[in-house]
């Protein structure tokens, strides 16, 4: 939390990902990274999601591509875009007593002007949930707006 504002923390399995091990490992509380940062939709991924790219420049160069699926994970995406930044953190999974967690690492997130283009795929990707389940097109984006209301505000 910063600013009494919870800020999204993405846990990595790195069983697979040694080189993801390494650059959390590069990082110490008191180290300031540079990075650059992209959000948008890659070919290859999966339909309905967007990814964020992490260019990490220092103190370790590692590009890191993370895909949210946006009906599912789209709080978190959300909370990223809102906060303007997300902790981190490397996950070698185990059991409880086994699993081994890197320190968190923050990232801060500047405006990419990706706000108004994520606004709008949230809807639509939200609706078409919704009229999947037999809502017509005009009440499938109302119910879509009031999920994402809910999300920002809470319940009223």
Known sequence: MRDGKLIPLVVIDTNERPDIDSLFAS?????VGDVAIQWGRRDGA??????LNIQFI???KQL???DFEI???GLVVDGILRTRELYLQGVRSGDAETQVRSLKVRVVVPDTTFDDIWEELLI???AQR???LGATD????????ESIRRWRTGPS
């Open 27 to 31: 990082y110490t509380p008191e180290t």
């Open 46 to 51: 999966a339909k309905g999601t967007v990814t």
């Open 58 to 60: 220092a103190p370790v």
């Open 64 to 66: 890191l591509m993370l």
């Open 71 to 73: 009906v599912r994970q």
């Open 124 to 126: 639509e990707e939200l």
């Open 130 to 132: 919704s009229k999947a």
């Open 138 to 145: 005009h009440h499938a984006r109302f119910l879509a707006r």
